[in-house]
């Protein structure tokens, strides 16, 4: 069964330390990768998304993601964590339909002081 | 504005008491869908739908209906609500290959 995992149910960074969330689908085909955020008592919001073209994907916030086909990989990074920062991650792929998507069970960010 | 509106926001009900949680959607988006969202099981769809009158179950529909007779409501139905539907609740509504925007969410306690 196709599948997204993201590794790492929690991750604690310090401030200004990378941020490196990882996450891997299970396809052969080209699929369409988006990264949501979800802050504390609100809804998910898009951080960005990869369809075609570059590969390296800039979102908000200064969150950037890049797709390695080889590895099935859509990993998010940030250079510099911040405290507002803090929230939950959901990485999702669409695969095989235009609409449905196939999501991971989100990453909790926590960010130290 | 482009959104996805749901109500209410928040509600409190009881066992067996017919509910309706509405969303609303004005970007003339074929696709629409709901989520339910629970601690450490993270998003899982309830129903999705296509386009009008093209409805689909998700992964967890038992206990909820829907309906679309408009391209842009989707109500999510719970017949007669039991505790275990106490959750929080996402509506969402997207174009082909397009990432889906998302309402800001019902919370329903059932007691």
């Known amino acids: 069964a196709q599948s997204v995992t993201q590794l790492g149910s929690h991750v604690s960074v310090s401030e200004g330390a990378l941020v490196l969330l990882r996450c891997n689908y299970s396809s052969s085909v080209p699929p369409y990768l988006f990264w949501y955020v979800q802050y504390p008592n609100q809804g998910l919001q898009l951080l960005l998304k990869y369809t075609t073209g570059a590969t390296l994907v800039k979102g908000i916030n200064g969150f950037e993601a890049e797709f390695k086909k080889s590895e099935t990989s859509f990993h998010l990074t940030k250079p510099s964590a911040h405290m507002s920062d803090a929230a939950e991650y959901f990485c999702a792929v669409i695969l095989d339909s235009n609409y449905q998507l196939i999501w991971g069970a989100g990453t909790k960010l926590i960010i130290k002081p | 504005e482009a959104q996805v509106t749901q109500n209410p926001r928040y509600l409190i009900t009881v066992t067996g008491k017919k509910l309706t949680v509405t969303c609303s959607q004005n970007m003339n988006h074929e696709y629409m869908s709901w989520y339910r969202q629970d601690p450490g099981l993270g998003l899982r769809q309830i129903y999705y739908s296509m386009n009008v009158e093209v409805t689909d179950k998700g992964d967890v529909p038992e206990g909820y209906k829907v309906s679309r007779k408009e391209k842009r409501n989707f109500p999510l139905i719970l017949e007669s609500p039991s505790p275990n539907q106490t959750s929080l609740y996402f509506c969402?509504?997207?174009?082909?290959?397009?990432?889906?925007?998302f309402g800001d969410g019902t919370r329903l306690s059932i007691l």
């Open positions: 969402a509504s997207s174009g082909p290959n397009q990432p889906q925007h």
